[in-house]
């Protein structure tokens, strides 16, 4: 599984980078980036869920590998 956000539609809300700072960081412009290329550890599925669905811009997705 992979996450990643849209730059188009994120509006640096934080909320996914606060639900889960292990896949989320926010840079200096208020963007939120996928760690790790996007890559979802095992274990980190829900918590990647969690964040698609609490995203108010739906700027993150979602691929399985
Ligand atoms: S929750 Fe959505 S809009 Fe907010 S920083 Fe994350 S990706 Fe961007």
């Known amino acids: 599984m992979r996450v990643q956000v849209d730059p188009a539609r994120c509006q640096g809300?934080?909320?996914c980078a606060?639900?889960?700072p292990?896949?989320?960081e926010v840079?200096?412009?208020g963007l939120?980036?996928?760690l790790n290329g996007g890559v979802v550890l095992?274990?980190?599925e829900d918590k990647a869920r969690l964040?698609?669905?609490n995203c108010p811009e739906f700027?993150?997705?979602?691929?399985?590998?």
């Open 51 to 53: 964040c698609v669905d």
């Open 27 to 29: 840079d200096d412009y």
């Open 59 to 65: 700027a993150i997705s979602i691929a399985e590998d």
């Open 32 to 34: 939120a980036h996928a």
């Open 13 to 15: 809300h934080n909320r």
């Open 22 to 24: 292990e896949l989320f």
């Open 42 to 44: 095992p274990g980190m």
């Open 18 to 20: 606060t639900l889960a």
